[in-house]
């Protein structure tokens, strides 16, 4: 019994280590007043850089009869599969930021074109390679568990907190690191000031697009770490056609149930997660697998509709979320 | 010092909204921004190391050449029509409806169960009836089912329509596997609709395609001469309005999204009935998300809709050949459909404004 809760566990933090991603870089997104939707194709966008990123480092170091480092194409993935994210964001932003398109429609676009991007590149870059893309254990070795001294070693404390891959830790400090700047720092506060009333935090001398764009393109790009995470961890390192499938959009999800707190957000991912992977751990006789797999859908909608029975103004939605700000229509 | 100052925070390019513009100029905009979204794809396939020029003819022929790919591509044109102006019902009241999946789905399963299970039972002509109806009903709770939320709790309708699409897909699976399960199947699929109850085909293709033509006529002429269309229009602009006018804003929500759910749960129907003969998880096939480009790029308009989808639906069949000529994966599509719609949304800035560099001051101001 313990072992299997362990076992959860664990698994939840695994999977719900790219939807805290993702929601925490829509989060910094919302902050700025952007609602991007288009969370799934940033991660796509991500998940397929990321993994060609580490791919192509691989193949370009074997041919020049090198051995490839775990460490540099594992840096590599991360800093490609950000600056992906980012250009999806950054055309997001240029759309409806200095266009001012519609951001719903925006978003939409964006989901449906990074995942057009990620499946076309996927096999495409698999049609070249002969079949599919995966890394080489190098590199797989680089995304899988950590082996710390002593502290993985304790016994349960030692699985349960220090054996995850380091994008694990990585994503915990993220939020962390954002929970801090948004409640402490002078740049957080403005940015949130910005988020809630535009033309106040204009009237004030804060430069809406610079904040707009800034956040919206570094949130970009931790979503696009956050797909990053699903082709090197969840798939393994190999290129999955549709891997993303849903993450995204679950991702979006948590923002609103994290009330836009991205050190509540660490918590409800690893809840989300957990659903995501229970029917692995917790057999329930008589349900279908197929009916247990619409368990994180179904608690989504649950959440959803409870979330707006009560809605609390403390904790809600930056304002002008969804709106375009036009300085000469204020 | 102060007047250089000055001069120095003039942009250097500022922007003036237009009063009016002429219809030709609106277009001759929207005309430029396609032309640069294919240049944008041709460079993509530019550097792919092809002819952007062949890849885009093999593309029309491959959609266009024979009656049989004309089919092909009417049938592709199809569904995404009909889901397109469903969707147009929601998001012209700006009721984000991504749902167009799932609604699909459940629609196809509503008609499937009367489709597999009772055409022994009734003559086709009935039966036909029966599957459009469960289709059209089935798919209108579940569209109805966030609108609900919606008008009651304001809950959030985007994110909701997209979970019941994975949960009708999960549904689909459990049905594959479970109690609708061909008999004699090793593999998990569902079993064949018998020849007898297909719906007939018009000229090739199955009349799906009449009925989707008389559904851009009946919707043009609900959007633009009926008071609910009206309502519709008022809701949409915005709901404080909407209120002020008198209107029950979560009486348009319910009734509309019913609406847009139905006529995306035909959809399901036509799919089973008349192309696939089965149910898959690929029923659906993200009709309901291209629907979206399709319902968005039209500006909602019926008639631009059927031009949009024919043209949708030449790329995705078109990515088809280009696939076998060029190995170039048949996700080119989505992503050339992702490129003209972000021109097509960014153009739309350069119809309400204009742009004025700095120094040349308006002649006429």
Redesign the interface.
Known sequence: MLNTLNGLLIAAVLAGTPLLLGALGEILTEKSGNLNLGVEGMMFMGAITGLAGSYYYEQGVISSGGTPNGVVSALIALAVSFIAGAFGALIYSFLTITLRANQNVTGLTLTIFGTGFGNFFGEYIGQNAGGYVAVSTVTKNAFSRLNIPVLSDIPVLGPLLFQYNWLVYFAIVLAVIMAWFFNRSRVGLNLRAVGEDPATADAAGINITAYKYAATVIGGGICGIGGMYMSMVTTSGVWVHDCVSGYGWLAVALVIFATWRPAKGILVAIVFGGLTVMRMYVNIPGLPAQIYDMLPYVATIVVLVVTSMRESREHAQPKSCGLNYFREER | MSTKNGQQKEPWIRMV?RDAISQKKAWAIRAAAFILSLVTGGIVILL?GHNPFSVYTSMVVGAFGSSTVIHETVKIAVPLLITAIGISFAFKMKF?N?GGEGQILVGAVAAGAFGLFTAHIFPKLPLVILMMLASIVAGGLYGLLPAV?KAK????E???T???N??AL??I??LM??PWKAEGSSFPKIAMLVPGARLTKVLGVHWGWILALVLVVVSYIYFNKTKQGYEIAVVGESNNTARYAGINVGRVFKRTMFISGALCGLVGMLQFAGADYTITEGTAGGVG??A??VA?LAKMNPFGMLVVSVFIAMLERGSNTIQTNF???A?????????I??FM??C??FI?YRLIRRGKEEQNA
Not at chain 2, 153 to 156: F, H, L, M, R
């Open positions: 909204k792919l984000w991504i939320c709790w304001g809950t959030n985007t994110l909701f997209l979970m019941l994975y949960i999960a549904f699976k459990y596997n479970g998300f291209t979206i480009t968005w190995k170039i994966p996700s080119a599509s989505d992503l050339l459909i992702g490129i719609l972000f949304l960014g739309e800035f309400s």
